[in-house]
T-cell receptor, first 111, second 115 residues
């Protein structure tokens, strides 16, 4: 079946530091890949997505590239802010009408 | 456009009771999915509906059920509540046919506490 493995946290960074969260996946078909973010007490918000190999998703300074050869979709941001403190989830969607999520990575950015 | 709305936002029940949660998708969206989020199990898929038909179901006991109405609004029901059902229940909607390339937009969730 489909599965997503993402880097375990928590991750603590200083403002303006570089952030990377690793995500790898296993899928039987040709999935779409997503990064969602969850702020305390809220639901999930789409951060970015990529629907085919070599696609790069980007939003709010975050980027991730769909790498089929390494089955990866690592999230990066060059300079984090305190407001980026949240839980980040990598997810994939295949032909079965559902999202399969990683365990989530808690990121804390200190001023 | 208004986002996905879920009611109620918070709920406290006791073991053995049943509960019904409601979800209104984004206007025009016809696919609605439900997920359970717990600290121990993370985010787990419950079921997905499109045009009142359940197309997929996750590995949950039969106590968990759902339905979708002709206006795409959806409800999920949990009968004979157990302590382990305490969780954040998230609803998500997507447009068109809800295929793998489409984005699922999430509501704020209903936080259920079972005592």
């Amino acid at each position: 079946g489909n599965s997503v493995t993402q880097m375990e946290g928590p991750v603590t960074l200083s403002e303006e530091a570089f952030l990377t969260i690793n995500c790898t996946y296993t899928a039987t078909g040709y999935p779409s890949l997503f990064w969602y973010v969850q702020y305390p007490g809220e639901g999930l918000q789409l951060l970015l997505k990529a629907t085919k190999a070599d696609d790069k998703g980007s939003n709010k300074g975050f980027e991730a590239t769909y790498r089929k050869e390494t089955t990866s979709f690592h999230l990066e941001k060059g300079s984090v802010q305190v407001s980026d403190s949240a839980v980040y989830f990598c997810a994939l969607s295949d032909r079965d009408y559902k999202l399969s999520f990683g365990a989530g990575t808690t990121v804390t950015v200190r001023a | 456009k208004a986002g996905v709305t879920q009611t109620p936002r918070y709920l406290i029940k006791t073991r053995g009771q049943q509960v019904t949660l409601s979800c209104s998708p984004i206007s025009g969206h016809r696919s609605v999915s439900w997920y359970q989020q717990t600290p121990g199990q993370g985010l787990q898929f419950l079921f997905e509906y499109f045009s009142e038909t359940q197309r997929n179901k996750g590995n949950f006991p039969g106590r968990f059920s759902g339905r979708q109405f002709s206006n795409s609004r959806s409800e999920m029901n949990v009968s004979t509540l157990e302590l382990g059902d305490s969780a954040l229940y998230l609803c998500a909607s997507s447009s068109l046919a809800g295929g793998p390339q489409e984005t699922q937009y999430f509501g704020p969730g209903t936080r259920l506490l079972v005592l």
